[in-house]
């Protein structure tokens, strides 16, 4: 019955160091969707993922970056050799299709600071 | 592509004061719309959606939206603002013509209540 839940709630990193970041969905989800906030960006679309296809990558910004979600629930996002400008709030949300019809419920997000 | 625009980064207003803030999106036959609310350190709470059907729609804590096709808005309203509203709100768009599931987000409105 809980929301999305991400882990850690804060990061702290040294630039060239890799991070994981981690979300938990909904139960019974079966989209998951990874969306980055930084302040000269706004909220941009990473990855998303939809049951056991192929996930759309196209927001991911370079090639450091990289998501797997596990037996379709879990999520860890990986981003290697970290640069100043990841630093950011990342939201992880999930949904449950129906149809067309998407609600997207979103986590409290994981602050990471790359210094 | 998709894009929206929020005209206001902030908006100030007296407590019990009426409110709207705007949002206009990119023109396409198709799409879903939707206001979310961002409380200060946490993740983004849906407020309302529009998917079909009636062009004034109703959310949570008394706020409402109107759809209008031909201006390509979808502007927020209450008629009553407390303190406790004081919060970023982001407008977002999902495009049915592309199939593409990952919301667009407008670069949010800090509604700042003032007593």
């Known amino acids: 019955g809980a929301g999305v839940s991400q882990s850690p709630s804060n990061k702290v990193t040294e630039k060239g160091k890799d991070v994981e970041l981690r979300c938990d969905p909904i139960?019974?989800?079966?989209?998951l969707y990874w969306y980055r906030q930084s302040l000269g960006q706004g909220l941009e679309f990473l990855i998303y993922f939809q049951g056991n296809s192929a996930p759309d990558k196209s927001g991911l910004p370079s090639d450091r970056f990289s998501a797997e979600r596990t037996g379709g629930s879990v999520s860890t996002l990986t981003i290697q050799r970290t640069q100043q400008e990841d630093s950011a709030v990342y939201l992880c949300?999930?949904?449950?299709?129906?149809?067309?019809?998407?609600?997207?419920?979103f986590g409290p997000g994981t602050r990471l600071l790359v210094l | 592509a998709q894009s929206v625009t929020q005209l206001d980064s902030q908006v100030p207003v007296f407590e019990e004061a009426p409110v709207e803030l705007r949002c206009n999106y990119s023109s396409s036959v198709s799409v879903y719309l939707f206001w979310y609310v961002q409380y200060p350190n946490q993740g983004l709470q849906l407020l309302l959606k529009y998917l079909s059907g009636s062009t004034l729609v109703k959310g949570i804590n008394g706020f409402e939206a109107e759809f209008n096709k031909s201006q390509t808005s979808f502007h927020l309203r209450k008629p009553s603002v407390h303190i406790s509203d004081t919060a970023e709100y982001f407008c977002a768009v999902s495009d049915l013509q592309t199939g593409r599931r990952a919301l667009t987000f407008g670069s949010g409105t800090r509604l700042q209540v003032q007593p």
């Open positions: 949300a999930s949904s449950r299709t129906s149809g067309n019809v998407e609600t997207q419920y």
């Open positions: 139960s019974g989800h079966t989209a």
